[in-house]
């Protein structure tokens, strides 16, 4: 039992109560052998040794006593420590529930703000996206207001000035009434709109320009409302008539001959730089159709603008085999991919 009569434990409740059997069995074999010797000895018990086994008796009882009540009080203490480890337990549980409770709202919340930033971003990329149709859209608008208006511009112009084609000498240059029309723009200078107003003013053929004098293509320079001169300049009627002698070229030696006695052979279309090749003038003409990519038609459309020697090919840079090349109606760039200059090098050399 505890000294300070504060709460004793269960083990040392346990251990008073093992204390107080112990001692009660200990008197117990003393009063069974008093009781023995005084049966051995068939004689009335002394007055002390009545005294000693009342003692004994009263001793047993009081250690009975103080052994039920330390059980009761371990019994109760047990009961109350029991309680409140369950107690304990209960509120650690909560505590863990609660625990598990807060990590999950934490990772809910994490997700929930995971999901809301790809929204965010989301929402973002769609307005930048928006944004950039809108001025897409503004720029589309802005060019087909640009558009509109230009083609408005050009379509008052053309109309201001076929109303000046009765300035041309149509008896010179012939009505372009009842024939096909020629690509126009083939000619150096002569754009789509300028082919719009030529067509305006009546002209549609390389027939009606191969007959335009002096006086009449100062006539068409101001009705196309272009600088001064500019018609003149680009030579209209020589690319005009090239093109003639281009389209017409036979393939039979009839039709060369033919070209030539018209002066055909010595035209030369507008961007071909003359000064680099050379004319070919008196001298004999090779047999162009040795060069890859030259046939008997090219070889002869060739001798009408004037190319009749290897070495005026051989001499052809690259803008003036553009030039040839557009002369000819060939596929862009194919005299230069063929090589022209320099298998004309080559034949030379081998001579």
């Known amino acids: 039992m505890s000294g300070d009569g504060g709460q004793v434990s269960p083990a040392e409740a346990e251990k008073e109560i093992e204390e107080i059997k112990a001692e009660m069995k200990r008197l117990e074999a003393e009063i069974a052998h008093k009781k023995s010797a005084l049966s051995e000895s068939s004689q009335d018990p002394l007055p002390e040794q009545e005294e000693e086994s009342a003692e ?14 330390a059980l009761r009080r371990a019994e109760a203490e047990a009961e109350e420590a029991k309680s409140e480890a369950e ?44 944004v950039r149709k809108v001025e897409e859209a503004g720029k589309d608008i802005e060019q087909f207001t640009a558009d509109a208006e230009r083609s408005k511009r050009e379509d008052a112009i053309v109309e201001r000035v076929g109303k000046r084609s009765g300035s041309i000498d149509w008896s010179q240059i012939g009505s372009s009434e009842g024939m096909s029309s020629d690509d126009l723009t083939r000619i150096n200078g002569i754009d789509d709109f300028a082919q719009r107003k030529l067509n305006a003013l009546g ?19 101001d009705a196309l409302e272009f600088v001064p001169g500019r018609v003149a300049e680009l030579e209209w009627t020589k690319q005009a008539i090239t093109m003639i002698g281009l389209e017409g070229v036979d393939t039979s030696s009839h039709g060369q001959e033919a070209l030539e006695d018209t002066g055909m052979a010595d035209l030369s279309a507008a961007k071909i730089n003359w000064a680099q090749i050379g004319k070919a003038g008196d001298r004999k003409s090779d047999q162009l159709t040795k060069i890859k990519g030259i046939d008997r038609d090219i070889e002869k459309k060739l001798k009408v603008l004037g190319i009749r020697t290897f070495e005026q090919i051989s001499k052809m840079d690259k803008d003036t085999s553009e030039a040839v090349n557009g002369a000819l109606g060939l596929m862009q760039g194919r005299v230069t991919k063929m090589m022209w200059s320099q298998q004309a090098m080559s034949l030379i050399e081998q001579g």
């Open 56 to 69: 004994a008796e009263a001793e047993k009882s009081r250690l009975e006593g103080e052994a039920k009540d």
């Open 203 to 221: 002209i549609s053929t390389f027939e009606q320009l191969s007959k335009i004098d002096s006086k009449i293509t100062e006539v068409v320079n």
């Open 87 to 130: 107690d304990a337990v209960r509120k650690a549980e909560i505590e863990e529930e609660e625990a598990e409770e807060a990590r999950v709202i934490a990772e809910i919340e994490e997700e929930e703000a995971r999901e809301a930033k790809a929204e965010a971003e989301l929402a973002k990329r769609r307005l930048d996206e928006a």
